[in-house]
Each structure stands twice: as C-alpha cells, then as structure tokens.
C-alpha cells in the first residue's frame, strides 16, 4: 500500500522526534515517547500541505493509533 | 464589511524598540529540558527573546521609539493630531495608556489619544483606525503606537517590543488596501482568563499546580489551544492574503515584500508555502526576536527592511493575525520612508 508507506514516512518527518522510533500503521500514538503537542502541531501542518486536509484537534483525539490519522486523509 | 480601501494617507516613518535584556531559548531552561528544547526550537524558529526589566512597561519602549522617530521625521510635538496606542499589556487596567503617553511625549491637550485592545492582528487594523480618520480630513498627523510587554522566562514563545509608526495626510498618496476579519467565537484560542470582570481575581488563583517539569502553573496564565491557534493561521490568513491581493488589483509578483506577525516557525512557513512565496520575500526576524506580538510587523520592517523602504517605493502586503480571534491584511505603497535603526534599551 505505497500511499501508506508514504505516509509514515512523512509523520515521522512531521512528528521531529529526537530519538528515532520505528513507526508502523498499528502503532498506538500513546506509545510513541515524544507524541506530544509539538508533534500532533507538525502532523496537522503535514496534513495540510502535503494533503491538503484539515485535521482539527478533536479529529487528532479520536485516533489511537497512526493509521487513524492515514484514515482522515480519506485517501 | 471587510474589504476597504483608504486615499491620500502615507507611512511616514517606523521606529521600533526592545529591551537590551536577551533570553536564550536553549540557554535559559531547566538542564533536564535541553533536549526537549532543541527539538522545539527547530520547530518555532525562534532562539532568542528580548524581555523588560521588572519595573519596564510595553510603554516605555514605545515612547523612546516615538522620540526618536519625531526627532528623524524633523515633526514637532504641536502637530501630532492623534494617539493611538495598541496594546494588551497597558500601564494600568485604566486610565488608557495613551493619555498618559500624551502627557510624557509632550503632545498638546488636543491630541486625541486612546487606547485599543488588540494583540498579535494589531497592526493593520491600526492603520485602518488612524489612516480612516486621516482619510477623511479630520486630522493631519497621527502616531500609532503598538507593542506588548508579553515575555516569560518559560514561556518560549513571546518576546517584548514596543514600536511607533507615523501617519500622515498626503494628497494623491497611493491608495491603501485593507481586508479586517474577526471571528469571537474562537476567543478561548488564546486568553488570559482571569481578572476581568466575567473571573474577577479572588484568592484561589494564587494557588498554582506543579507540572512535570516542577514547573508551577497559576489558573490566571495565559491559555494557549496550540492547535486551534494553527488552524485557524494557515487556513485563514493564504484566504485573506489572496482576497485582499484580488480587491486590490494587485498580482502577487507585484508586491515586493510579504510582511507577516511573527508567530512561530511552524505557523509562517506554512503560510508562505501555501502562497508559494519565496523567502527572499518574506522577511522574519523569529530567530532573534521572537513573537513580539503587534509589534512583529513593525520589528520586522525595522530589522530587515530599513533599506528598501528608505530609498525608493515598495510595496507591502501586510498580515496579522491571532488572539481574538482577529485578522487583517494591508496593502499599501511606502516610499523614501524614515526607518531609524531597531533601538535597544
């Protein structure tokens, strides 16, 4: 699934973590050490600009795990 | 409303001032933060910060850049029509700080002079205020006086300025455009929600809570919703820029400089992507200033763009945007200017 693939790779640059961290669909955000508010403010701007899709606070609590946030691409 | 367009009103000058006192963003935190900080520096762009002495105000870096801008404007006090002051951090709850500033400038009694309340969207909305009253003939010379005393040794983001701009009547002045939205239904996005009257300071806001760091926290900080702030800037202001550019007439490779509230990194480069400006463009001065609220457009102009704007014509697309919620744009010609270099005190 290669539009996935693309966008893991594009969360990890967006999420800036200063430890590197392997990040697949099912990885839950909560157990990603530096999922914090900087890194969910870098998804929402990747969203935007490489998708063109705005995702607002609520939409990014809702999801539990990376493919969630994939999901709101509605790709 | 919204879109408006000014005749005969011309910038005559703009002078701004920061405190001498510098915060380092990596330097001045807990050592247990550094890392943390490193990552979030490279995100908000933004490594120093400028912050008043205890007993300085927003006021009185405003008034050293209002002297010296008279001084280089070769203005005197008797001509000066009108005061304004925009501002969220003022001498006093009342009276407004700008009477007050009447009096310590010098002006005559028949200034009119009064505060508004607006933050990081101050500046064109001020131009608009004194460039309408200049407009219709009411007045000849005015002051706008706009900045914010807003910077916290944790906080990285707010930075301290207070800056002046001159206003005049100049007949056949090109024309100023201006597109001003507000939308209060997001006012939670960025609030201080104690001491006015809805949550009167009483006795249980002086009980702060430690967070993980051991920081403490009182209930009358200043509340920031990080992602509504985001939301709302990069999808409101790439919308604003674009209408007030079709309003004007004006194609984007028309204007010379893009000149927009220093937020923070993540926020302005979102923006100038989305418009596919390039940076050459777009000036900033977050590195080393940081948000200074109103007053990052006029900073910015002191800080990169002395230059052009004294020599010559050049125009501007101004963009602030932020609490309230509030955003305006501003299209306007300046020419041969008078910009006295940034001021430290």
Redesign the interface.
Known sequence: MPTLDAFLENFLVAV???EAVEVRAETKLADLP?WD??A???V??MC??EYGK?I??DD?SSCVTVEDIYKLLGL | MGLSTLNNVRVAGIASCVPKRVLSNLEDCRPSQRAERERLVRNIGIEHRRICQEWQCFSDLALVATERLLDELKWGRHEIDALVVITQSPDYLIPSTAIILQDRLGLEQTTIAYDVNLGCSAYPFGLHLLGSMIASGAIKKALMLVGDKCATVRDPLFSDAGTATALEFAEGAPPMHFDLNSDGSGYKAIILPVGGHREPFAYHHCIPRRDEHGDLHWPADLMLDGVAVLNFSIQRVPTAVERTLAYAGVQMSDVDYFVFHQANRMINETIRKKLRLPEQRVPSTLKEYGNTSGASIPVTISAKLRQPLQNGKRKLLLGGFGIGLSWGTCILEVTNACIPELITV
Do not use: C, K, R
Request: glycine residues 12%; without cysteine; hydrophobic residues 45%.
């Open positions: 800036d973590f200063q530096e508010s900087l969910a403010l870098g929402i701007v935007d600009i705005t607002t606070g990014l």
